[in-house]
């Protein structure tokens, strides 16, 4: 019985799986990263893997969490995971090697597969993780304290990943992502893959925006035609 996993099962929850990850301290994991199943978004400290199609319009799953790379080792803290809740809170550990490419390999199969790193141009100040802190409703702004149950977004310069899980629980509510601009107060954002309806990866969705600091407010409609006035803050 021949047993298929995706390459984001492959590298987080897999019994034998590892990565290879140089101990030079030049590189980086920092940016977009081309998988065989999806895309990987990498932000100074936190990453998130996901296997879509946006041709066939299908998600497929997607993990991701804090982590750090200290010498050959890739220890990864679990937020969140479609694939295997009880997976959320615990570390992962993986080993790697990293050059042109990130080289992944699978001890159990001797298969190698690899990250291709996504060549950005883009604005820098999105990127990194960022948590919705507000809404402002009839007016007001309506604060949104931190706490376990959290949306949060993830940026390189060119993609992004928003994901509203629970980190106590392991509940997963809901995902999407794709390509974003943000040029003269206007972000945009090309949906690629969209976890709670898949009629909508395809749409391109104008927002006006304002970055200060780590301070992030945009308005404008969802993707269901709501409005929408949000406040995010930098992690």
Known sequence: MKVLFSLCMFL????????????STSQTL??????????????????????????????????GGTYTWVKDSLKVQMEFSTYDKAAVGTEKVFLAKLKKELVLKDPATKKE??????????????????QISGRVVDGQ??????????????????????AAINTQTGDFSGTGGGTYTLKNGKYTENLEFFSRDSSR???????????????????????????VNEIWEKQ
């Open 201 to 227: 990866v395809g749409m391109s969705l104008s927002f006006d925006a304002l970055v200060e600091g780590n301070k992030w407010t945009h308005s404008g409609k969802s993707s269901t035609g709501n409005p």
């Open 141 to 162: 702004i309506r604060a949104m304290p931190k706490a376990a149950r959290k949306t949060i977004k993830i940026f390189s310069k060119t993609r992004f990943q928003w």
């Open 12 to 23: 987080g929850l897999g019994m034998y799986n590892w990565i290879v990850v140089p101990s």
């Open 30 to 63: 920092e940016g977009a990263w081309k998988t065989e199943q999806g895309v990987v978004i990498c932000t100074p400290n936190y990453l998130s893997c996901t296997d879509f199609s946006a041709s066939e319009k299908k998600f497929k799953g997607s993990w």
């Open 113 to 130: 597969q690899s990250w291709k790193a996504i060549p950005e141009d883009g604005p820098l100040a999105l990127a990194g993780l960022w």
